[in-house]
């Protein structure tokens, strides 16, 4: 049996992995992280797993891709501008129809920003970040067990759609303390390599790993396999949590630390005056929760959306996307590591619900 | 219940040691816990500060705009962190280094000479753990013989001796007040 | 075969039958076929995994037999580490212009080397880019005209050409590194045996293993095969001198 553990977020994340049965880490330092490589270069070596420092992000996703190649579970974790450079990547990874588990603990941008908390890289990761048509799967979590649970599922649907997916969590979520549950460990030696990996030619016809085509048709076929993929992701992986949100006038879309923090908000507004206030909060963030929103902005209830980011707007724009904008979509963002207090998040919320009387 | 507190010093007083144990403690009694560290730009000699909640319910928003509890180990803490204490919260003071008083009226001040309990203790450096010692009297977030536990585990490897001082050091700041 | 007659040539079974897309004259296809009868005399056909990354060569992904990974633009070091680093058995490979070895792919190359990283790079250097149509490489040589230095490469503007087994030989990691040439059956022959004496660096576990390969470029050079092969005895040659630079004890 289990038990709770109080474990640093970066750490955890390492840890989790692990049980994922993840034996390979290659990674580069960067600040607000390195927590995760350090933990890692420790754990790796008792486990039997390797862990290398690379000489560049540049140099770490390939290494993962080549370990993904192979028919291993392998993972990185970095930060903004870290994430930036592994995008040429994540663009072969998702075209060679790779699994690759990221860790982006976000900070404040552009440029070299800072390092407090953000999560200015939406835009990022949920839009293909890279070169040419391509998704990567992005799930964010609030607090760290549930940090904890979706690293699991990260090397799950990564496995299961040949697809790099990106766990975007942010510098608070990498720094704070908290008791976790490692539900299960999974033992490496139980995972075969794939058909397709590059294992050396026993018995089989050549296996390559490609994102290469020149000719067009060929080309064209491989980009439809990829999007009939991404359609049935889309269909079928969506998660989101709502608080109260198909019974509310006004709907906070929020996620990550974000969505926490407004989950306070919106629990003190409930109790204290009874508002009518809910959250829906995407976990998945690419594939976006898009049913969901049009549902709420369909319903005659609900008056307006707010949306909360520790961004200058970006998550909205889907909010405004998908709502149809049925109904007024509102915004309250904060940049350069700051985080907004729910005593912030509240006063937005009563501007929302005046303006929506 | 929610007990929440800021402690605040500058780095090497343990302040992020504060906030662990008093993580580590509540887990040990199945609360729920949250330890937020925040450092300045500099790795030692600067100003440190952590937040950390420990709750029989999950636990929210880390982020506090005041605070039920405020410790301040040094003079800049004070200065910066006074005014942030909630209404009749509790603000700690380590008067063995911060020789000003609180003006406000609206909330208890404990000044507690913490440096000169932990050298009475065996070690200037236990000064933090006496100050989770009072805190830990006047908020009860966890039992004392739970958080004896945690510092024997956490002090376990720096031998017997240390154990034995951080031991005394809680026992003086429990039995301050 | 007749009774009596003796076979002393036949193709490798490591090569696909798939015609070749490599401009006539270039040295692509011997520089592979000295490749895979090495792999094919070694019997490695079912540990062998090679990276390919970006430039003519990277046409090969349908060349070999064996298992094959495309990779980024000088990144095959690094994609190379994930693979052997995943499955050691494997035997691993990169293929690799100079372009992509000596300009873009730097620091993969320099760090992979000086890890000891146990892979094995065939580097093959012509001294310009192909596949984009003939700029100039960190290896052309001073005063070759490309479409990126029309009036000749020049030291005070575009540096000097980069020595790539001679800087990689003064690294603690590699176990092997030779340069050799295409330019005439003996040297095709002592390519042949330096690829050999590579693959048995990482077969015995020395750490990295390079063999340089002097190389041609008819179409992008403006000259007729004939003339490209003069170009490498008479130019290249002088200036990347062909010898073993690291070899260590036990190859």
Request: proline residues 5%; hydrophobic residues 40%.
């Amino acid at each position: 049996m289990s038990e709770k553990i109080l474990m640093k977020g970066a750490e955890a994340i390492g840890e989790a992995a692990i049980k994922a049965g993840c034996r390979l880490f290659f990674g580069y330092p960067i600040t607000p992280q390195n927590e995760a490589p350090a933990y890692m270069s420790k754990r790796m070596p008792e486990v039997n797993g390797t862990f290398l420092q690379a000489e560049s992000e540049v140099s770490a996703i390939n290494m993962l891709y080549g370990a993904a190649g192979a028919g291993h579970r392998v993972m990185t974790s970095s930060s903004s501008p870290g994430i930036s450079l592994m995008m040429e990547g994540l663009s072969y990874i998702a075209g060679a129809q790779l699994p690759v588990v990221v860790v982006n603990v976000m900070r404040g941008g552009p440029g070299l920003g800072g390092i407090g908390p953000a999560q200015a890289d939406y835009f990022q990761s949920t839009k293909g970040g890279g070169h040419g048509d391509f998704r990567i799967i992005t799930l964010a979590p609030a607090d760290l067990q549930e940090q904890v649970d979706i690293m699991y599922d990260a090397f799950d649907l990564a496995d299961k759609y040949r697809n790099p997916v990106m766990v975007l969590t942010d510098g608070l979520l990498g720094q704070i303390m908290e008791a976790v549950e490692f539900k299960t460990e999974l033992d490496p030696s139980s995972f075969k390599p794939p058909a397709w990996a590059v294992t050396g030619r026993k018995n089989r016809p050549k296996n390559l790993i490609n994102s290469f085509d020149l000719d067009l048709d060929g080309l064209e076929r491989h980009n439809h396999e990829i999007q009939a993929k991404y359609k049935t992701i889309q269909e079928k992986e969506v998660k989101f949590e709502s608080f109260h949100a198909e019974d509310s006038e006004i709907v906070v879309v929020a996620y990550g630390t974000m969505g926490r923090i407004c989950k306070t908000a919106i629990r003190k507004m409930r109790e204290k005056e009874n508002a009518s206030v809910g959250l829906l909060r995407p976990i998945t963030l690419w594939p976006f929760p898009e049913k969901k929103m049009l549902e709420l902005a369909q319903k005659p209830s609900v008056k307006a959306f707010c949306t909360f980011e520790l961004s200058a707007g970006q998550m909205v724009e889907d909010v405004r996307l998908y709502s149809k904008e049925l109904k007024p979509v509102h915004f309250h963002g904060r940049t350069g590591g700051n985080v907004p207090s729910p005593e912030e998040v509240i006063e937005k919320i009563k501007s929302v619900q005046k303006e929506a009387r | 219940m929610e007990i929440e507190l800021l402690a605040a010093g500058f780095g090497g007083q343990g302040v992020m040691v504060i906030g662990q144990f008093m993580a580590a403690a509540s887990v040990k009694e199945n609360k729920y816990a949250l330890f937020y560290p925040s450092y300045g730009p500099a790795m030692r000699g600067g100003t440190a500060n952590c937040t950390v909640v420990s709750s029989d319910e999950p636990i929210g928003s880390p982020i506090f705009t005041a605070h039920q509890n405020v410790m301040a180990l040094n003079l800049p803490s004070f200065d910066k962190f006074e005014s942030t204490v909630q209404p009749n919260g509790k603000l700690f003071i380590n008067s063995s280094l911060i020789d000003k008083k609180s003006d406000r009226k609206d909330i208890e001040c404990i000044y507690v000479p913490s440096n000169e309990m932990a050298i009475e203790a065996g070690s200037n450096l236990a000064a933090n753990i006496v100050m989770l010692g009072v805190f830990l009297k006047l908020t009860q977030f966890a039992k004392k013989e739970t958080m004896e536990q945690v510092i024997q585990e956490k002090f376990g490897r720096k031998g017997e001796k240390i154990v034995s001082i951080n031991l005394k050091a809680l026992d003086a700041g429990y039995n301050f007040v | 075969m007749t009774e009596g007659m003796k076979q002393i040539f036949k193709n490798t079974t490591y090569l696909t039958d798939m015609q070749r897309s490599y401009c006539p004259g270039c040295t692509h296809g011997v520089i592979h076929r000295v490749l895979c009868e090495v792999l094919e005399e070694m019997n490695l056909m079912e540990k062998s995994v090679i990276v390919i990354p970006v430039g003519c060569s990277t046409l090969a992904v349908d060349y070999f037999e064996f298992d094959t990974v495309q990779a980024p633009h000088g990144r095959a070091p690094a994609v190379a580490t994930g693979v052997k680093r995943a499955a050691p058995e494997n035997f691993v490979m990169t293929y690799q212009g100079d372009g992509d070895l000596a300009s873009i792919g730097t620091a993969e190359i320099v760090h992979a080397a000086n890890r000891g990283e146990n892979i094995t790079t065939i580097f093959v250097n012509n001294g310009i880019y192909g596949m984009t149509g003939g700029q100039m490489a960190p290896t052309t040589l001073m005063g070759w005209k490309t479409e990126t230095s029309p009036y000749g490469r020049e030291a005070s503007r575009d540096g000097n050409p980069i020595r790539v087994s001679e800087m990689l030989s003064q690294l603690n990691g590699p176990a092997y590194i030779a340069r050799t040439s295409t330019d005439s059956p003996k040297n095709i022959i002592g390519t042949k045996k330096a690829i050999r004496k590579a693959f048995q660096a990482q077969l015995k576990g020395l750490g990295f293993s390079m063999v340089e390969i002097l190389s041609n470029c008819p179409t992008n050079w403006g000259m007729s095969a004939v003339d490209s092969i003069k170009r490498i005895q008479d130019e290249t040659m002088k200036y990347y001198p062909l010898g073993e630079y690291k070899v260590v004890e036990g190859i």
